[in-house]
Structure formats: C-alpha cells, structure tokens
Nanobody, 126 residues
Framework: QVQLAESGGGLVQAGGSLRLSCAASGRTFSNYAMGWFRQTPGKEREFVAAINRNSGTLYVDSVKGRFIISRDNAEKTVTLQMNSLKAEDTAVYYC????????????????????WGQGTTVTVSS
C-alpha cells in the first residue's frame, strides 16, 4: 500500500505560480511511477503530468512549458511546479502512484494508477 497526501493548493491570480507537493508513505517510493491529474465539476478527471522511476517526464499539451513535475525519492515526494497559471487550470489536483516494474514507463491513463491522494484545490482568478 502507498498512502498519498497532496498539499500546496490555493488561490492565485492568473499569471502566478503555485507548487503542489505529494508526500508518499508506505512501500518503496522509488518503485512507483507518479502522476498528477486534475478534475473540474462535471468533467472527467484528466491527465496533467507523469514522471517515471528514472525521472523522465510527460505532460499534457496544455501545460507544456508551464508546469514541471519532479520527484525526490529520498524524501518520498513528487512536486508539480505550476507557472503562468491560467483560469482554465482551476481544478482539484490529484497525485497518483502506479507500481512500475520497468523504470522507463510513464502512465497517462488513470486506470493504470492504483493509489490516489485526496486532492488539493487550485483556483486561478482571471
């Protein structure tokens, strides 16, 4: 089992920045690929970014060049640095973990993730 807890959400003006953190506890964090998803009311949860065990990264097109995902295996954390925020980035952001037997694998489908945090709310005012 892996337990995940997000933090860092809040209210920010358009053009501003926020840094989300996800703290993991439980089994060996370095064996898991990690991801961030987001969801707005009435919409499906969507993929935002993923990081594999080798710290290779993958982003949805809408956040490329603005968001950065990173991980610290020693601290068992994954972060999402969000810059140049837009109103359309407003959502509840979820951290997720997927056990990965291959270090180079990314996962962008939520069905691939077995563990989820409770979410943290990001509100971007325009």
């Amino acid at each position: 089992q892996v337990q995940l807890a997000e933090s860092g959400g809040g209210l920010v003006q358009a053009g501003g920045s926020l840094r989300l953190s996800c703290a993991a506890s439980g089994r060996t964090f370095s064996n898991y690929a990690m991801g961030w998803f987001r969801q707005t009311p009435g919409k499906e949860r969507e993929f935002v970014a993923a990081i594999n065990r080798n710290s290779g990264t993958l982003y949805v097109d809408s956040v490329k060049g603005r968001f950065i995902i990173s991980r610290d295996n020693a601290e068992k954390t994954v972060t999402l640095q969000m810059n140049s925020l837009k109103a359309e980035d407003t959502a509840v952001y979820y951290c997720a973990a997927a056990y990965s037997g291959y270090s180079g694998t990314y996962y962008r489908n939520q069905a691939d993730y077995g563990f989820w945090g409770q979410g943290t709310t990001v509100t971007v005012s325009s």
